[in-house]
């Protein structure tokens, strides 16, 4: 049995059903009916035709679980006039599908496992240990999710920048669990990048497989992040990165820059480099001007003054530090960093130290602890 | 997507405003207020914010190692000055904004006089996983 073909066909079976008229919901059970029947009966009896077995039988599911339903026979009706399934292109159904799961009505976290379990087909109980809560949870948020769109018609064109926005979420989240939805983000990114033609949806996909790249080397093997600059470039996954710049290059030639495409731009010119001292700051500064331009994001700008840091000179760095917000995620640490570089061992200490205190995460929190413990160690008490 | 825990006090958070122990609540004010903690739980549940949620007994030990081959020492005459923990919910919520709205509406869980206690509840960020696109470019 094929799980991968399986999950493979899932949302372009869900995607006709719901386009022939069914509910949401209803189209969603049916569908995983037909997988399990798939499951049973395919190592005896594989079909011919995979899809067009799986919308057939889905198809049937649906009908009888509707049958009773006196309102619903009409719509029933008005279907079976429909010419039976065949193996027409299923292209339009699951980009709409993209659309349905990340419909803006839905919340973030909505969104994300929507998308995960009809366009990924994953089970619920996989959504829920990869996001650390209770199964029961994962399925109130899917069926809230389900009941918000099940009344969106099918016939309006979505935005793909939601679109993108959710399924970047999904790939933030990482590993953990039996679900690498990095790994999850990746596949359904490419997927959408098959039937839709957007620079940047060809953008997160090159910045994606370009930072995941780098995911070996990021993390000693007792879970410490390890800095860029220290990263054993070895371990970078060079197939990936040479698969990411060679779609941004094609996106790029579109000449239809998006925020997407900036990002990625500077991943490629941190995984080009053989060594962290090659690294082309003064054209990676170049990409964060223009992703200042492009969404004008305080974070944007604290990362643009990274940059300025290496391209210019750590006094250059802390200039352009100086205009931002103290208050930002990671200004602290940022400030640290070029204090460090530029000398002031105390200052960059108590600033290590003040970061490390407002660390979202453990790992972040223990790397800069050890930074300001590292300067501390160095000076006299 | 993030994941807060709350905390309820039994000792050592600020006084509530409807400070009333709860032992001269009652009985009825006492099945309301349950009423109310297991409502609110279940409404999180369907909503897909809820994670876990338990309760503590009111005693406590402070317990610390005291050298080799010696009993763990535990505290002895000034527990009832310590805080007190009396149970925690842990929620996933999409924003910081809605944490501290399901933290404000816990407070208001039902007291003496079938009034909102108004007592003060610790909300608090778990650390994450690290995410897989460094914010910081250097990171």
């Known amino acids: 049995?094929?799980?991968?073909?399986?999950?493979?066909?899932?949302?372009?079976?869900?995607?006709?059903l719901v386009r022939r008229g069914a509910d949401f919901t209803a189209a969603e059970d049916a569908v995983q009916d037909a997988l399990l029947e798939a499951v049973r009966v395919w190592p005896a009896d594989p079909?011919?035709?995979?899809?067009?077995?799986?919308?057939t039988v889905a198809w049937r599911r649906f009908l009888d679980s509707t049958r009773s339903d006196a309102a619903r026979r009409r719509r029933e009706d008005r279907a079976d006039e429909e010419p039976a399934p065949g193996s027409a292109p299923a292209v339009d159904d699951t980009l709409q599908l993209y659309f349905l799961c990340a419909h803006p009505s839905l919340t973030p976290s909505s969104a994300v496992a929507l998308t995960l379990r009809a366009v990924g087909g994953l089970t619920t109980r996989q959504i829920a240990r990869a996001y650390l809560v209770p199964e029961a949870t994962m399925a109130q948020r899917i069926s809230r999710a389900k009941r918000t769109v099940s009344g969106v018609r099918f016939d309006r064109p979505g935005d793909v920048a939601t679109v993108l926005r959710v399924l970047y979420l999904v790939f933030n989240e990482g590993y953990s669990g039996d679900v690498d939805l990095a790994a999850e983000a990746i596949r359904l990114t490419r997927q959408l990048a098959a039937v839709i033609d957007h620079p940047e949806v060809k953008g997160l996909l090159a910045l994606m497989l370009l930072h995941h790249a780098r995911r070996a080397?990021?993390?000693?093997?007792?879970?410490?992040?390890?800095?860029?600059?220290?990263?054993?470039?070895?371990?970078?996954?060079?197939?990936?990165?040479?698969?990411?710049?060679?779609?941004?290059?094609?996106?790029?030639?579109?000449?239809?820059?998006?925020?997407?495409?900036a990002q990625a731009a500077v991943a490629a010119l941190h995984a080009d480099a053989p060594t962290a001292e090659e690294t082309d700051w003064v054209q990676i500064v170049e990409w964060y001007d223009e992703l200042v331009r492009l969404t004008d994001s305080p974070v944007v700008r604290l990362n643009?003054?990274?940059?300025?840091?290496?391209?210019?000179?750590?006094?250059?760095?802390?200039?352009?530090?100086?205009?931002?917000?103290?208050?930002?995620p990671r200004h602290a640490a940022v400030?640290?960093?070029?204090?460090?570089?530029?000398?002031?061992?105390?200052?960059?200490?108590?600033?290590?130290?003040?970061?490390?205190?407002?660390?979202?995460?453990?790992?972040?929190?223990?790397?800069?602890?050890?930074?300001?413990?590292?300067?501390?160690?160095?000076?006299?008490? | 997507?993030?994941?807060?825990?709350?905390?309820?006090?039994?000792?050592?958070?600020?006084?509530?405003?409807?400070?009333?122990?709860?032992?001269?609540?009652?009985?009825?004010?006492?099945?309301?207020?349950?009423?109310?903690?297991?409502?609110?739980?279940?409404?999180?549940?369907?909503?897909?914010?809820?994670?876990d949620g338990q309760a503590l007994a009111p005693e406590g030990t402070w317990v610390r190692y005291d050298g080799e081959g010696r009993p763990p020492v535990?505290?002895?005459p000034f527990?009832?000055?310590?805080?007190?923990?009396?149970?925690?919910?842990?929620?996933?919520?999409?924003?910081?904004?809605?944490?501290?709205?399901?933290?404000?509406?816990?407070?208001?869980a039902p007291g003496a006089g079938g009034k909102p206690i108004h007592e003060w509840l610790e909300l608090r960020p778990f650390l994450a996983a690290p995410p897989t696109i460094p914010e910081c470019p250097h990171g």
């Open chain 1, 1 to 16: 049995m094929n799980e991968a073909l399986l999950r493979s066909l899932t949302p372009s079976v869900l995607g006709i």
């Open chain 1, 47 to 55: 079909p011919r035709d995979a899809k067009g077995w799986l919308v």
């Open chain 1, 217 to 261: 080397a990021r993390t000693a093997p007792d879970g410490t992040l390890v800095p860029l600059a220290e990263q054993d470039r070895g371990r970078w996954d060079t197939e990936a990165i040479a698969e990411g710049v060679a779609i941004l290059q094609a996106a790029l030639a579109r000449d239809r820059l998006g925020e997407f495409q």
């Open chain 1, 304 to 328: 643009r003054a990274v940059a300025v840091g290496e391209a210019d000179g750590p006094r250059a760095g802390l200039a352009a530090l100086a205009a931002l917000d103290a208050s930002l």
């Open chain 1, 335 to 381: 400030a640290a960093h070029l204090h460090e570089r530029d000398g002031d061992l105390a200052t960059a200490a108590r600033l290590y130290a003040e970061a490390a205190h407002k660390a979202p995460t453990l790992a972040e929190r223990d790397h800069l602890t050890l930074q300001a413990a590292r300067l501390h160690s160095r000076r006299p008490r």
């Open chain 2, 1 to 51: 997507m993030a994941k807060y825990l709350m905390l309820k006090h039994y000792r050592g958070a600020p006084a509530a405003a409807n400070d009333v122990p709860m032992d001269r609540w009652t009985p009825e004010e006492i099945s309301a207020h349950i009423q109310y903690m297991n409502d609110f739980a279940a409404r999180l549940e369907k909503t897909g914010e809820f994670v």
């Open chain 2, 74 to 76: 535990t505290d002895g």
């Open chain 2, 79 to 108: 527990a009832e000055t310590k805080d007190l923990i009396a149970g925690w919910m842990v929620i996933d919520v999409d924003s910081y904004e809605r944490a501290v709205e399901l933290a404000g509406e816990l407070s208001a």
